[in-house]
């Protein structure tokens, strides 16, 4: 099949996206508004850009409305400041539910019992029990698309944070100790296997065709989109625990 990206809409376009570019790595992106309101969001639209100094960005769209920006971009414009927390298994379900459109009035921490850890240089808070996150001050801020609410947000790392047992020499993370939660499309993966190419062709025939193994129990075949527990925004339908 082929498709003109000229004639869909946002909604169908983001679909393509998230449903072809994948697995993609989670930020668990925590901030903390002017008046000192703590807020998390996952964002999955989030890579490296820069090595030195170390950079990453994060693509943040509005709200479900279209229009209205979200509390971590308003946030990051304001103050300058964010961290992205790793969030593992054991932590998906909080991740998730952070995904809920609270007021911004709201401490997300709080909301979702998680607790605090100082930063360093940054005055927002990271998440307890993440095994790495960054500090991060802004670098830039570019607004993207033919609406100009969507944006790309440039930070520079000011501080790594990795558990002490996870860091290895040089600079080497033992990322096989990390049970590392990826996004598909509307749901998630875990990160459980690695391997090195070539792999033999037995191994590869017996996998052809299969499809992935489902930890939650449900059909082979369903996912959430074009459901209520899913948006083209990114929110979920409850705020979770």
Known sequence: MIIDAAELDATHAYKLLIGSIIPRAVAWVGTVSQDGVANLAPISFFTAVGRKPPMVSITLQPQQDGVTLKDTFVNIRDTGEFVTNLATLPQADAMHGSAFAFGPEVDEFEALG????????????????????????????????????????????????????????????????????????????????????????????????????????????????????????????????
């Open 114 to 241: 998680l607790e605090k850890a100082p930063s360093e240089v940054v005055r927002v808070p990271r998440v307890k029990g993440a095994p790495i996150a960054f500090e991060c001050v802004v670098d830039r801020i570019m607004p993207v698309g033919d609406d100009g609410v969507d944006h790309v947000v440039w930070g520079r790392v000011v501080r790594f944070h990795v558990r002490d047992d996870l860091y290895l020499e040089r600079g080497r993370i033992d990322t096989a100790a990390l049970p590392a939660v990826g996004r598909l499309a509307a749901e998630y993966t875990l990160v459980d296997n690695v391997f090195t190419t070539p792999l033999d062709k037995d191994l590869l025939t017996a996998r052809d065709g299969r499809r992935m193994q489902r930890l939650d129990a449900r059909p082979a075949d369903w996912s959430p989109i074009d459901t209520d527990e899913w948006s083209p925004s990114g929110a979920v339908s409850s705020p979770g625990k």
